[in-house]
């Protein structure tokens, strides 16, 4: 098969379109033939080797595919040829402590499709039978595949962790990121009120158009100051946060009382300071997600049939142009979700 791999770490320039040695499923899993691919912001993370593969290199990136059922395992039922499917992209052991408690994502055993096997930046893709769910026909294949990790983390950081009410104030970091415009979307469908980041004001419609209350440019204005205006000196009830550094460290100022902050990323830098005071004096919660359960993808396709949740897509490529796709994300210049399809 053709695949969009890397065989050392570094930048876009790093990727290689070229052949690729063919999946072979294993009895319990599935082939699928990729019809889209979302970019993550965890695939620059594993190409510039922040979080290099555990399985090594060469690898391919690729952790949000839609596509086709080409071949399934010799135990696996139910699933026709040629079904349109959606990956769910976290594997679980099914017997470590955290998975018979339920709670799969923090398996110690964990995987993610497109970091510790490859993904989908290629016309093949294996996963087991247990992560392949159908997509509905009212999703295109290119909105299916900005939903696996961006909008289901985004969906279980809000909704599950932060337990989001309606009436409350949320600022969500980057509105132009996946992450962001799915966050924001899905605190709307909360009932809750939203401030959002930009990085450059040809952002603040699209940000608005998604449902933010309140716009700020983090390059030209302080984002903790916009929001004590914007909440009347209080601060937000959550913060969804995925930058790292200073951004988190200035998240943490932005909470009011009582106040949570979701950390689903660290896309610019793995470390976040914390003025500790802020977060006892005002008994902060700092609550870590880890994509979210097959359920909740469910829940998702289930809104998004009814026209409720639509993941923001910026542009699509071919998989043989990966190099300009990542290059596109690297710079910034997205608005939504960046695709591959073969
Ligand atoms: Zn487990």
Redesign the pocket.
């Given at each position: 098969m053709r695949a969009a791999f890397f065989k050392e770490h570094g930048g876009a320039e790093k990727l290689l379109y070229d052949d690729y040695r063919d999946p072979v499923p294993a009895p319990d899993e599935v082939l699928v033939r990729v019809r889209a691919c979302g970019l993550n912001g965890v695939d620059l993370l594993l190409l510039d080797g922040r979080f290099p593969p555990p399985e090594g290199l060469p690898h391919v990136n690729g952790c949000e595919v839609t596509g086709t059922v080409e071949a399934t395992g010799a135990q696996v039922r139910g699933l026709a040829t040629g079904a349109r499917v959606i990956v769910f992209p976290g594997f679980?052991?099914?017997?470590?402590e955290?998975?018979l408690r339920g709670e799969?994502t923090v398996?110690?055993?964990y995987g993610y499709l497109g970091a510790h096997r490859d993904g989908g930046y290629a016309e093949l893709v294996r996963a087991p039978a247990a992560n392949i769910l159908p997509l509905p026909d009212a999703i295109p294949f290119e909105a299916g595949a900005a939903v696996p990790l961006a909008m289901l983390t985004s969906w279980h950081g809000l909704v599950a962790q932060a337990d989001l009410r309606p009436g409350q104030t949320v600022l969500v970091q980057a509105a132009g990121s996946g992450v962001g415009s799915a966050a924001i979307q899905i605190a709307r469908l909360c009932g809750a009120r939203v401030i959002t980041t930009v990085g450059s004001d040809d952002k603040i419609e699209f940000a608005k158009a998604l449902g933010a209350e309140h716009v700020v440019n983090y390059r030209t204005q302080d984002f903790v100051e916009e929001t004590k205006t914007w909440t009347g000196k209080r601060g937000v009830d959550v913060v969804v946060e995925h930058i790292g550094g200073a951004t988190f460290e200035r998240s943490i100022q932005a909470l009011t009382r009582l106040g949570k902050l979701v950390t689903i990323g660290s896309h610019d830098t793995h470390w976040g300071r914390v003025d500790l005071r802020h977060v006892y004096s005002k008994n902060l919660r700092i609550l870590g997600t880890n994509l979210g359960s097959i359920l909740e993808l469910r829940t998702i396709l289930d809104y998004m049939v009814a026209g409720r949740l639509k993941p923001v897509i910026d542009r699509t490529f071919p998989l043989r142009e990966a190099r300009a796709a990542v290059q596109h994300v690297l710079d910034r210049r997205n608005k939504g979700k960046v695709l591959l399809v073969p």
């Amino acid at each position: 098969m053709r695949a969009a791999f890397f065989k050392e770490h570094g930048g876009a320039e790093k990727l290689l379109y070229d052949d690729y040695r063919d999946p072979v499923p294993a009895p319990d899993e599935v082939l699928v033939r990729v019809r889209a691919c979302g970019l993550n912001g965890v695939d620059l993370l594993l190409l510039d080797g922040r979080f290099p593969p555990p399985e090594g290199l060469p690898h391919v990136n690729g952790c949000e595919v839609t596509g086709t059922v080409e071949a399934t395992g010799a135990q696996v039922r139910g699933l026709a040829t040629g079904a349109r499917v959606i990956v769910f992209p976290g594997f679980a052991c099914g017997t470590c402590e955290y998975c018979l408690r339920g709670e799969r994502t923090v398996c110690v055993r964990y995987g993610y499709l497109g970091a510790h096997r490859d993904g989908g930046y290629a016309e093949l893709v294996r996963a087991p039978a247990a992560n392949i769910l159908p997509l509905p026909d009212a999703i295109p294949f290119e909105a299916g595949a900005a939903v696996p990790l961006a909008m289901l983390t985004s969906w279980h950081g809000l909704v599950a962790q932060a337990d989001l009410r309606p009436g409350q104030t949320v600022l969500v970091q980057a509105a132009g990121s996946g992450v962001g415009s799915a966050a924001i979307q899905i605190a709307r469908l909360c009932g809750a009120r939203v401030i959002t980041t930009v990085g450059s004001d040809d952002k603040i419609e699209f940000a608005k158009a998604l449902g933010a209350e309140h716009v700020v440019n983090y390059r030209t204005q302080d984002f903790v100051e916009e929001t004590k205006t914007w909440t009347g000196k209080r601060g937000v009830d959550v913060v969804v946060e995925h930058i790292g550094g200073a951004t988190f460290e200035r998240s943490i100022q932005a909470l009011t009382r009582l106040g949570k902050l979701v950390t689903i990323g660290s896309h610019d830098t793995h470390w976040g300071r914390v003025d500790l005071r802020h977060v006892y004096s005002k008994n902060l919660r700092i609550l870590g997600t880890n994509l979210g359960s097959i359920l909740e993808l469910r829940t998702i396709l289930d809104y998004m049939v009814a026209g409720r949740l639509k993941p923001v897509i910026d542009r699509t490529f071919p998989l043989r142009e990966a190099r300009a796709a990542v290059q596109h994300v690297l710079d910034r210049r997205n608005k939504g979700k960046v695709l591959l399809v073969p």
